[in-house]
């Protein structure tokens, strides 16, 4: 499920991308995510350091999270800070579905697919709690949409809405 990080993927550390502090044994998991992963990780040590990090259970529990071993979960040079936090939130769920308790205080974007009629077509968006949208796809019949809703919702485990 992850990619443990060693001198072999270094390089993709410059890239952005989601990672993970990941202790199996007591299935405890922090995500993380950045454009830069090297600075994000840069940053949680220093706040860890200095007795700061976002989560005081996280503050508490990040010896035992295994911190020298740090997985990789996902890495893309083209991704924008929305996209990451997607990913990120994907990978949450995913940690929650497992049975892990996700140290992470909150969700990085709360995000549902939701879909409506324009003009002729069924339009089908990822839509944040803020209203930021982004259209999946456009279809010419409900059926269509609904099945596309509905594999979406399963494979990545976001809420479905109807407007």
């Known amino acids: 499920m992850y990619t443990k990080l060693d001198i072999t993927n270094?390089?993709?550390l410059t890239g952005s991308g989601v990672?993970?502090?990941i202790n199996d044994s007591s299935k405890k998991v922090y995500i993380g995510y950045g454009?830069?992963?090297l600075n994000s990780l840069q940053r949680i040590l220093t706040q860890y350091k200095s007795n700061s990090l976002p989560s005081r259970t996280l503050q508490n529990e990040f010896l035992n999270l295994e911190y020298r071993n740090i997985c990789l979960l996902d890495t893309?040079?083209?991704s924008t800070s929305f996209v990451l936090?997607?990913?990120?939130?994907q990978w949450i769920n995913k940690y929650k579905e497992l049975g892990?308790?996700?140290l992470n205080n909150k969700?990085?974007?709360n995000y549902e697919i939701m879909s409506y009629i324009e003009l002729d077509e069924i339009v089908v968006v990822l839509r944040t709690k803020n209203r930021k949208e982004v259209v999946l796809g456009r279809f010419k019949s409900n059926s269509d949409s609904e099945?596309?809703?509905?594999r979406i919702s399963n494979e990545y485990l976001i809420e479905v809405l109807s407007r």
């Open 100 to 102: 892990y308790e996700v």
């Open 76 to 78: 893309n040079n083209k």
């Open 10 to 12: 270094l390089i993709q």
């Open 35 to 37: 454009i830069n992963i």
């Open 147 to 150: 099945q596309f809703m509905s």
């Open 85 to 89: 936090k997607v990913l990120a939130t």
């Open 19 to 21: 990672y993970c502090f």
């Open 107 to 109: 969700l990085p974007v």
